[in-house]
């Protein structure tokens, strides 16, 4: 990472003036999670969150969707829902490109054909979000009804779900154009850094939440208003934590910044008097190209099997009702106490889990990386792979080094989420897998978004290093290219004379 780069492109305007609209929209976002879906008694549902809260603080479901949310849903607000939706109108968008041929060749059709499919998967994000903003509102009902026994929703007319559904569907909606603001402005993905936003706004809360269920003694501290208490065993258990979270940031760098370099040669061709190509350069392929994705994705699919099992739970069927406990049971966060059980449901969440974040990997990668287009284009500019034929070969080529740096790179990326659920089985706390997740999302997402803000830099400063006073000594003096600078000075004394 070049930090010097990076420093010096906050000199110009336009790279201030983006970072600073990027911050912006992150705090327009935090704020907007601090507003109350309205109801008509505030007071009694603030506390009666509160001890839904206290009470079901382990589960997977809720704490999960609270983390995500950033809070909503311990407030209740307007922005409880979220991403969901656009994430799953992103997944299902995605999938019928590769399954409907209008579709797929709508999207070959460059910056025409992503705008028209970003367009569908806005329009299909409304729906999701109406049936996403019912659900959570049943939810929130059925959990507060089985800790307290009091309905939220008691006396609430068809104009009131109305004005609580239309509120959702709003943040959800708005939480999707902030989202695109941010990407907009070329410094990050606005999806992943509105994730990385609510994560961050909850890690005290988790951090304190793992390290009071961890440590226990006759010895105490306070953290963030919380009593601690703490043994010896305590204490070798957050030494173990805390190299088992650094063992995970570094190992998520290392799988970022992995990559496969291949080797490309161009042709040497005669035009005039001038000779082209004769050069070799390199490809590189990423181990994980997919980034931090299948690892969203993962999450947010895991939460729908749970999601309808808590709404299936409360029905008069005694089928549905059973299927909803089975549901509820089944993708559950798994608790140290489930999996030394032995049971063999306690499993059921963790092996989903490692299949998703493979699959999804797999799937993005077909999606980013096009093998196809990408041996075309080498064919055009006489470019090729020493010992593989140009075209159909190259393509074939480039597929299987693809496929088998995914395989590596996506058992590598399961193995490291389920390390905090395996960790589960040894320590007792339901806060673990919720940490480990968001450490993952975390390294990920701030990794990427520094490279791009990199880039930008690089882009913005560019006209810096042609600049003849550049070399003069008001730039960077790094370089060292002494008849680059003669040229420089002999060029810009040439044009003050003719001037």
Not at 38 to 65: E, H, I, K, M
Request: charged content about 15%; cysteine-free; proline content about 3%.
């Amino acid at each position: 990472m070049n930090w010097k780069v990076i420093w010096r492109s906050l000199k110009h305007e336009d790279m201030r003036n983006r970072l600073l609209a990027v911050v912006g929209i992150l705090v327009v976002f935090r704020v907007l999670a601090q507003i109350p879906i309205p109801l008509s008694d505030p007071t009694t549902l603030r506390s009666l969150l509160d001890t839904l809260f206290t009470a079901t603080q382990n589960t997977g479901l809720v704490g999960f969707l609270d983390v995500l949310s950033g809070g909503a849903l311990a407030n209740f607000s307007i922005m409880l829902i979220g991403l969901g939706p656009y994430i799953n109108a992103s997944i299902i968008m995605q999938l019928l490109t590769q399954a409907i041929p209008k579709l797929e060749a709508l999207n070959k059709e460059g910056e025409y054909g992503r705008k028209k499919i970003n367009q569908f998967t806005r329009m299909l994000t409304f729906p999701l979000a109406i049936i996403q903003g019912v659900g959570a509102i049943v939810l929130v009902r059925q959990q507060a009804q089985s800790v307290s026994g009091l309905d939220i929703t008691a006396n609430a007319s068809i104009g009131i779900w109305v004005l609580m559904v239309t509120a959702l569907v709003g943040g959800a909606m708005l939480s999707m154009w902030l989202g695109e603001l941010i990407t907009e402005q070329n410094v990050g993905n606005g999806i992943s850094l509105l994730i990385t936003a609510s994560i961050v706004s909850q890690l005290p809360t988790t951090v304190s939440a793992i390290l009071s269920s961890v440590f226990s003694g006759s010895e105490s501290f306070t953290l963030l208003g919380r009593t601690i208490n703490y043994s010896g065993r305590g204490l070798w258990i957050g030494l173990l934590l805390t190299a088992f979270v650094l063992f995970t940031t570094w190992a998520v760098v290392k799988l970022n910044e992995a990559h496969r370099k291949v080797t490309i040669n161009y042709a040497k061709r005669v035009q005039g008097n001038r000779t082209y190509g004769g050069v070799t350069t390199s490809l590189p392929v990423k181990l994980i190209t997919a980034g931090v994705i299948p690892i969203i994705f993962a999450v947010a699919f895991l939460t729908v099997p749970s999601f309808l099992g808590q709404i299936l739970t409360g029905n008069a069927n005694e089928t549905w009702s059973t299927l909803g406990t089975n549901l509820t049971t089944w993708f559950a966060n798994p608790t140290s106490q489930s999996l030394n059980s032995g049971e063999w449901t306690a499993y059921i969440y963790p092996a989903t889990y490692f299949v998703l974040i493979v699959m999804f990997t797999y799937f993005y990668t077909s999606i980013t990386f096009n093998a196809k287009e990408i041996a075309e284009n080498l064919q055009k500019q006489g470019g090729f792979i020493e010992g593989i034929r140009s075209g159909n070969d190259t393509e074939k080529y480039l597929r299987a080094v693809v496929t088998r740096l995914t395989f590596f790179g996506s058992i590598s990326l399961a193995l490291i989420a389920l390390g905090p659920i395996l960790l589960q089985r040894y320590i007792d706390t339901g806060n673990l897998t919720v940490g480990g997740t968001s450490v993952l999302i975390l390294v990920a997402v701030a990794i990427e978004t520094l490279r791009q803000i990199e880039s930008r830099a690089l882009m913005v400063t560019y006209d810096d290093y042609s600049s003849p006073d550049y070399f003069e000594g008001s730039g960077d003096t790094d370089f060292d290219d002494k008849p680059k600078k003669r040229r420089l000075r002999k060029r810009k004394k040439t044009a003050e004379q003719t001037s």
